[in-house]
């Protein structure tokens, strides 16, 4: 039974995507992923862009690609409903942006 009622409330919840891209044992990249797993965020995909992997990543997801780093800051994009918001570094407004999900 729960997980009927798991699969029914993912169909009333928007699908969105956290694309995080930076080096992957940069303080900023972890401070970026520090602040998703501090939510519950069903529905949601977490997509991790590391640079020595993003061409082979982008063969697979075409957006993925176009994902860039600032400067050595990691960048967090959340989109949803193939629209993205605008690219943050900041942990803090990061998380003003998953807790309006």
Same mark, same amino acid.
């Given at each position: 039974?729960?997980?009927?009622?798991?699969?029914?409330?993912?169909?009333?919840?928007?699908?969105?995507?956290?694309?995080i891209?930076?080096? *992957?044992?940069?303080?900023?990249?972890?401070?970026?992923?520090?602040?998703?797993?501090? *939510?519950?965020?069903?529905?949601?995909?977490?997509?991790?862009?590391?640079?020595?992997?993003?061409? *082979?990543?982008?063969?697979?997801?075409?957006?993925?690609?176009?994902?860039? &780093?600032r *400067?050595?800051?990691?960048?967090?994009?959340?989109?949803?409903?193939?629209?993205? &918001?605008?690219?943050?570094?900041?942990?803090?407004?990061?998380g003003?942006?998953?807790?309006?999900?």
């Open positions: 039974m729960p997980a009927l009622a798991a699969s029914a409330m993912q169909l009333e919840l928007p699908i969105s995507q956290i694309v891209a930076g080096d *992957r044992n940069h303080p900023s990249t972890e401070a970026l992923w520090h602040e998703c797993y501090q *939510r519950y965020l069903p529905g949601t995909v977490k997509i991790p862009v590391v640079p020595e992997e993003q061409q *082979r990543l982008a063969q697979m997801i075409p957006f993925a690609a176009e994902v860039k &780093q *400067r050595e800051n990691a960048v967090a994009y959340l989109c949803s409903n193939f629209t993205c &918001q605008l690219p943050v570094d900041d942990p803090v407004e990061l003003r942006l998953l807790d309006g999900l």
